[in-house]
T-cell receptor
Framework: EDQVTQSPEALRLQEGESSSLNCSYT??????LFWYRQDPGKGPEFLFT???AGEEKEKERLKATLTKKESFLHITAPKPEDSATYLC???????????FGTGTSLTVIP | NAGVTQTPKFRVLKTGQSMTLLCAQD?????MYWYRQDPGMGLRLIHY???????AKGEVPDGYNVSRLKKQNFLLGLESAAPSQTSVYFC???????????FGPGTRLTVL
């Protein structure tokens, strides 16, 4: 069964304290892995797409990496404005299905 | 560009009532999707469309119907609402099925 698991469920960081969010997946053939940011009361906002193991992408304080079983979203020196829920989604090779994890709620304290 | 818009933003229904949620996109995207988001469950795909006039079932299609009569619009219908359909509904669109999905702001639906 295709499955996406994110950990931790919630994370509180001091401003400037770097950390990583995890997305592990078991799917029957990965087509792509997507990271989104979601603010309260809003729709998910696209951050990154990763397609193959070893691939890395960066945007400001965020860096996403991909292995054959999991992806990490590294947050370097976070700021309060990075507080949000971060969602991971995988697309399988067959069909058009996307499977989302339940997200990690990040709070950055000034 | 407005991107992806959803109408209405909020709605309260009584059990058994019907309603239609409208999603519109101005990016000329081929693919459109309807998701529901529930606490602890993550986003789940209800139905999707790979082009005008086409629709297909997703992970949780029961109790919903959809139509894509125009490329820019994707409608989600509830014929007889149930309390289990209380959720936040998101529409998304993408140019290709392997492409980034752009999400709308969501519709919060409560069924009493």
């Amino acid at each position: 069964e295709d499955q996406v698991t994110q950990s931790p469920e919630a994370l509180r960081l001091q401003e400037g304290e770097s950390s990583s969010l995890n997305c592990s997946y078991t799917v029957s053939g990965l087509r792509g892995l997507f990271w989104y940011r979601q603010d309260p009361g809003k729709g998910p906002e696209f951050l990154f797409t990763l397609y193959s193991a070893g691939e890395e992408k960066e945007k400001e304080r965020l860096k996403a990496t991909l292995t054959k079983k999991e992806s990490f979203l590294h947050i370097t020196a976070p700021k309060p404005e990075d507080s949000a829920t971060y969602l991971c989604a995988v697309q399988v090779r067959t069909g058009n299905q996307f499977y989302f994890g339940t997200g990690t709620s990040l709070t950055v304290i000034p | 560009n407005a991107g992806v818009t959803q109408t209405p933003k909020f709605r309260v229904l009584k059990t058994g009532q019907s309603m239609t949620l409208l999603c519109a996109q101005d990016m000329n995207h081929e693919y459109m999707y309807w998701y529901r988001q529930d606490p602890g469950m993550g986003l789940r795909l209800i139905h999707y469309s790979v082009g005008e006039g086409t629709t297909a079932k997703g992970e949780v299609p029961d109790g919903y119907n959809v139509s894509r009569l125009k490329k820019q619009n994707f409608l989600l219908g509830l014929e007889s609402a149930a309390p289990s359909q209380t959720s936040v509904y998101f529409c998304a669109s993408s140019y290709l099925n392997t492409d980034t999905q752009y999400f709308g702001p969501g519709t919060r639906l409560t069924v009493l």
